[in-house]
């Protein structure tokens, strides 16, 4: 046995805490009219997640709930607790050998859900139900009134119950969720793609910026490294231009022109030349021989040793004037010399123009070169230098200058902080996109392989159902066939237009039947009696494809008579075997077929109370 007990507490007319035992494969409930004892079959509605009040015949969630009487108080609250042994494991996720589910139900319409004490959501319940096979549907839980309800369902419900009843409902529960997570995963698609397209025009243009500013730092570059290199060979030629000054080079102020210095420098030379010239023939004349007689008189005249040594004297001495003419040269070669100085700090003084001309120059230019280049432009002063034309390395950096003006300069690190700020979130979105798009494609697969499983599995067990469905029936008819068809419902589609659209069409069972010695083909032509014949006979061959832990039958052999009862008690004892029965009813025959009886009954103040009885005493109990 897989069901041990259910207790009910403040549910309906249960306003005591009342608990049942069930340890036999067939258990029964009796009592008498209006005792409560269908409550009990509404108790497992209720705890197994139902959330039709009316259902359970009420109109809101307090009408669940012990209303009071005058020997006992209203109850705050209704709660339903189920425990199943779980030594087999027939709930496969839960590591326990026993697995407990309780619902409670407040005043204020709050419901609660647990698992073993742990609080947990309607979702839970249900996953953890329809992975043993139990769920809400009629096939395992079928009240009185409602044993026609499978009969009287539309295709499509009867479908659903069907798929129910085999355990499908698992995957119906996979597919719903995944197809949730689909849905989810396309509206996230979409809130991406409209995320990226808000942005990608201005990271077009921040893109266009970058580009500009590429390009304006690639011509900034070429700039740099070619004024490093204007500006150190510049710096190079003025310094051998400050050599070739002096330190006193750039203090001299010339009077006179370098035109003047140069004429008379050419007036001297040609003076040294005439005077040089003339000492030469003066100084290499011999003296004559009248000169000398004449001073040879002179002194045989004079007679005087002192007169005679002073007249050679003077005449020696006047022999020697053209020397006064070797003193004269040296004072013109002198004067040469002065003015050939001057003529050379007047080139000085040239160089000195030109080197304040180029120190100007240099100045300007690196003022202007660091206006667009910045500090950088400094790099300069660690440059080599090139031997290339000044002039036209002059030219290209007018001409790279004008370009980078062109190509306009804008404000790089804002931008460029803005351009990579854009682009991450771009790039973040990208990848997100392309997650989105797995996981879609993944959940597409998913929902593909749950629907070929639902279809594999539905078909198979349809044809299990009717082997099932077929022998139920001859059973209870004593011959005749009964079966589940596929159909297609147009339930939801107004016209069908094209061929194509029959796949949107709805799928349905219908149930055809043909009795013994009757020519009856439809639902429709069928007797109360036979209608809840067929309906038992359905039910217990779903519940026998894929028999759930534990069937309640609400008083479904009501209509039945004598020899029908029999039949069903037959039919009960082979579904026992494979599910616990829990049996609401009045028939004798069908109490004789349980091993526990239990007997609900009611006093005048509206409690129901529960008796455990013997058969004898279920007997007169049920009347």
């Known amino acids: 046995m897989y069901l041990k007990s259910i207790e009910l507490s403040g549910f309906k007319s249960f306003a005591k805490k009342n608990g049942f035992e069930f340890n036999s494969p067939i258990s029964a409930i009796v009592g008498p009219n209006g005792s409560g004892k269908s409550n009990v079959a509404e108790a497992f509605r209720f705890v197994l997640g139902e959330q039709s009040i009316k259902s359970m015949r009420g109109k809101r969630g307090e009408d669940l709930i012990w209303n009071g009487a005058s020997s006992e108080p209203r109850a705050n609250r209704a709660a339903v607790k189920l425990v199943f042994d779980n030594s087999r494991k027939v709930f496969s996720d839960i590591d326990f050998s026993e697995v407990t589910i309780e619902r409670v139900v407040h005043r204020d319409g709050l419901n609660e859900y647990s698992i073993n004490s742990s609080q947990v959501r309607l979702k839970d319940v249900m996953e953890l139900l329809a992975s043993a096979h139990i769920g809400i549907s009629s096939h395992h839980i079928i009240s009185q009134g409602e044993a026609d309800k499978i009969l009287a369902a539309s295709p499509k419900d009867r479908k659903g119950m069907v798929e129910d009843a085999l355990g499908l409902k698992i995957y119906q529960y996979k597919r719903l969720e995944s197809e949730r997570k689909l849905k989810k995963t396309f509206e996230n698609i979409g809130q991406v793609q409209a995320l990226r397209k808000e942005i990608a025009p201005h990271l077009k243009f921040l893109n266009k910026q970058v580009e500009k500013f590429e390009k304006s730092e690639a011509l900034r570059q070429e700039l740099l490294n070619l004024s490093t290199q204007y500006l150190k060979q510049k710096e190079i030629h003025i310094e051998k231009l400050r050599a070739e000054v002096g330190p006193m080079g750039r203090e001299v102020s010339i009077k006179v022109s370098k035109e003047e210095l140069i004429r008379e420098l050419g007036r001297i030379e040609g003076q040294i030349s005439a005077e040089e010239h003339f000492a030469e023939r003066e100084l290499a004349q011999p003296v004559s021989l009248e000169d000398l007689e004449n001073l040879y008189q002179e002194i045989n005249l004079w007679q005087e040793a002192s007169k005679i040594l002073a007249r050679i004297k003077d005449f020696i001495s006047n022999k020697k004037q053209s020397g006064n003419l070797t003193k004269d040269i040296s004072e013109l070669k002198k004067r040469k010399l002065e ?70 300069v ?6 460029l902080k803005e351009y990579r700020d854009t682009s991450e979130r771009d790039a973040f979105l990208e990848r997100e996109l392309t997650d989105l798009d797995k996981s879609a494609k993944s959940l597409e697969e998913i929902i593909k392989d749950l629907e070929k499983r639902l279809a594999t599995e539905f078909s198979s067990g349809l044809e299990r159902i009717n082997s099932e469905f077929g022998k139920m029936f001859g059973i209870m008819f004593g011959g005749g066939e009964a079966q589940l068809t596929l159909i297609k419902s147009e339930s939801l589609v107004e016209e069908v237009l094209e061929v194509e659209e029959v796949d949107k069409l709805e799928e349905g069972l219908d149930i055809k039947v043909n009795l013994p010695k009757k020519k009856i083909k439809s639902l429709m032509m069928l007797s109360g009696g036979e209608r809840a014949l067929t309906s038992i006979a359905l039910i217990f061959a779903v519940s026998q494809v894929n028999p759930p832990p534990f069937i309640i039958l609400d008083e479904t052999d009501a209509a039945l008579d004598e020899s029908n009862s029999k039949k069903y008690g037959d039919l009960v004892e082979i579904l026992s075997k494979r599910s616990q029965l829990i049996l609401i009813t009045h028939n004798r025959e069908t109490m004789s077929r349980a091993g526990v009886i239990y007997g609900v009954t009611m006093g005048s103040n509206g409690v129901s109370k529960l008796l455990s009885i013997s058969f004898d005493q279920a007997v007169e109990v049920a009347k």
């Open 410 to 415: 804008v404000d790089s690190e804002e931008v």
């Open 339 to 408: 003015v050939e100085a001057s003529i050379q700090q007047a080139e000085l003084q040239g160089v000195a123009n030109e080197l304040r001309i180029k120190e100007k120059e240099f100045t300007q230019e690196l003022e202007e070169l660091s206006h667009v280049l910045g500090p950088h432009i400094l790099q300069y002063k660690h440059s080599t230098g090139t031997n290339a034309d000044l002039i036209e390395s002059k030219k290209n950096i007018e001409r790279l200058k004008f370009r980078l003006e062109e190509a306009g």
